[in-house]
């Protein structure tokens, strides 16, 4: 039978790798995001999340489009990724030194602190994952509904992928929109994963420090 030391190391150890895998999906979330969402000057700021059909008229018939639309829903979507993955990173960190120094925090608040960064990466990856996900699914039924229409049958506008130039500065790209969204929800999986096996630990450790002190005050009997 392992002993219980090896458990809470085995434990450790998983909680660590994945909340690896849950920071690299976070990161590469966010540098998807910071890829479509362009803050150039060139265009100023430039956000093609929930765009109306007047929005979308604008662009295809200004000859400077305007593609500074809905730019605080950006905002929010590249915000609430460098949060999970600011948090990501804290966790993973103290996870490392568990790890590596066989460190095992026992204080309520080191714990609560803990489950408070594991709470706020997901609610921030969620927060990313239906604003994105939501907003470009918003975009790309719009241009589709124009796309139907005879003045706009050549116009071609690709959800799964590179937008065509037709002139344009800007190029939104929408598999990497669908990855970010994809992996903010990939993030938002293996942190629950983790979440759960540190809680499990924890649980492991206290009762492992009950039947401590319940063997010494035997001893002292």
């Known amino acids: 039978m392992p002993t219980a030391a090896l458990v809470k190391q085995v434990l450790s150890l998983a909680t660590f790798v994945i909340l690896l895998v849950s920071l690299v999906a976070a990161g590469t979330s966010l540098g998807l995001l910071q890829a479509n969402i362009s803050t150039e000057f060139v265009y100023w700021k430039a956000c093609f999340l929930f765009i109306n059909y007047s929005q979308a008229i604008s662009i295809l018939e200004s000859d400077y489009p305007d593609f500074n639309f809905n730019v605080p829903t950006c905002k929010l979507s590249i915000a609430s990724a460098t949060i999970a993955t600011v948090c990501l990173a804290l966790l993973t960190a ?45 975009t790309c039924d719009t241009f589709k509904n124009i ?53 499990v630990k924890q649980i492991r450790s206290k009762d ?14």
């Open 94 to 138: 103290f996870q490392l030194c568990s790890v590596s120094f066989q460190i095992n925090v026992k204080t309520l608040i080191a714990n609560i602190i803990q489950i408070g960064f594991f709470a706020g990466s997901i609610l921030f990856l969620f927060i990313s994952m239906v604003v994105v996900s939501a907003g470009w699914r918003k």
């Open 147 to 199: 796309t139907q229409q005879t003045q706009y049958h050549e116009f071609v506008f690709k959800c799964n992928g590179q937008q065509p130039s037709y002139g344009l500065p800007y190029l939104p790209n929408g598999g990497e929109f669908i990855g970010a969204a994809v992996c903010a929800a990939l993030g938002i999986l293996f942190t629950i994963v983790a979440l759960v096996l540190f809680i």
């Open 208 to 221: 492992d420090y009950k039947h401590l002190v319940q063997m010494s005050e035997e001893q002292m009997n």
